[in-house]
């Protein structure tokens, strides 16, 4: 296996415009996480999934931000009528579903908005 | 709410030098510890962690030990390389049932030969 991936690496929009980004997780991860991260920041939680159930959203998914992962296995995050504050480095993360368990990280989407 | 602090950077230091890197934590409950790294290009990946107090975790020479009377979970290395030169950040998950991760704000931290 090689590891969680994410496509787009670089996505550029306009203002206003609608993106989506894709996350393919580890093969048998059970659980799939989206943060952000701004530049000189730490990543912030987003959102977790729980195989095909979205089970915690994070106060920052405003209503313009959608999750889904159908059939448990890749994800895709959508962010209608973006805004120059979108701009961020997009991460996606999966783990086995255990407890304290390691989250192995994607390379992430990094989104410009212009 | 449950978060981490850590030491700003950015940090310079020569090859074979002691590095330590401070990161405190506020949780209500027993969270468990991170250290992940970030090398230039890469992508985050985990460094060590520990699950519960006393907890010892090491990796790469690296070292944190999980102290709850001082909330701490300092990481070091006793002889640092080139090669170590990346962010690095502490984080937290706050219990066993609380899956999501609190991030720091990051280290950078930069070796010279």
């Known amino acids: 296996d090689t590891g969680v991936s994410q496509n787009p690496r670089h996505k550029i929009t306009k203002r206003g415009q609608n993106v989506t980004f894709r996350c393919d997780p580890i093969s048998e991860h059970n659980r799939l996480y989206w943060y952000r991260q701004t530049l000189g920041q730490g990543p912030e939680f987003l959102t977790y999934?729980?195989?095909?159930?979205?089970?915690?959203k994070s106060r920052l998914l405003s209503d313009r931000f959608s999750a889904e992962r159908p059939k448990g296995s890749f994800s895709t995050l959508e962010i209608q009528r973006t805004e120059q504050g979108d701009s961020a480095m997009y991460l996606c993360?999966?783990?086995?579903?255990?407890?304290?368990?390691?989250?192995?990280f994607g390379p992430g989407t990094r989104l410009t908005v212009l | 709410g449950d978060s981490v602090t850590q030491m700003e950077g950015p940090v310079t230091l020569s090859e074979e030098a002691f590095l330590t890197i401070n990161c405190t934590y506020t949780a209500t409950g027993y969270p468990s510890l991170f250290w992940y790294v970030q090398y230039p290009g890469e992508g985050l990946q985990l460094l060590l962690k520990?699950?519960?107090?006393?907890d010892k975790g090491s990796n790469k020479g690296f070292e944190a030990t999980y102290r709850k009377e001082t909330t701490s979970f300092h990481l070091e290395k006793g002889s640092v390389q080139v090669s170590d030169s990346a962010v690095y950040f502490c984080?937290?998950?706050?219990?066993?049932?609380?899956?999501?991760?609190?991030f720091g704000a990051g280290t950078t931290v930069t070796v010279r030969a």
């Open positions: 999934f729980q195989n095909e159930a979205q089970l915690e």
């Open positions: 993360a999966s783990s086995l579903g255990l407890g304290g368990d390691t989250q192995y």
């Open positions: 984080a937290l998950s706050a219990d066993a049932n609380d899956y999501k991760l609190s």
């Open positions: 520990a699950t519960k107090a006393d």
